[in-house]
């Protein structure tokens, strides 16, 4: 009776057990191969995606915000970011300076705190974030 369970989950491509089952067709015939699922998802945690959907690969930027607010700053020459708590001034600078190929003149860092959200009864808290506001020179643009 187990057997037969996983058998058909197996088929069917549905998660079976801790590491999950991903399916192939390969000339008719379905091959499964268990434990696939965490690690694609592992590999795919170190790259973080922007509001546009263009890939960051930095262990300090989070994202690009992409509000109405911050694209009305990118008019002066100032973009907005999401990065990780630990990150500092000096190592937001160099970083912005690698993937984009700009020496910022001014990094503002702003600690944003969480806010009080509730769903029925259930009361909870978002996330902190760290927000950078980077200025960059009057020639200088960062494609997003």
Do not use: H
């Amino acid at each position: 009776m187990l057997f037969n369970n996983l058998l058909s989950r197996i088929k069917t491509g549905k998660k079976a057990g801790v590491g999950g089952y991903k399916t192939q067709k390969k000339d008719n015939e379905l091959v499964s191969t268990p434990g696939q699922l965490s690690a694609d998802n592992s590999a795919d945690a170190a790259k973080q995606k922007d509001a546009k959907g263009s890939q960051i690969d930095s262990k300090t930027i989070k994202k690009v915000v992409g509000t109405e607010k911050a694209s009305q700053l990118m008019t002066q020459n100032r973009y907005v970011f999401l990065v990780y708590k630990t990150a500092n001034k000096t190592e937001i600078k160099k970083e912005i300076n690698r993937l984009y190929g700009v020496m910022p003149i001014a990094v503002n860092v702003l600690n944003v705190s969480g806010k009080t959200v509730r769903s029925g009864k259930t009361i909870g808290r978002t996330a902190n974030q760290k927000k950078v506001y980077i200025t960059l020179k009057k020639g200088d643009s960062i494609k997003i």
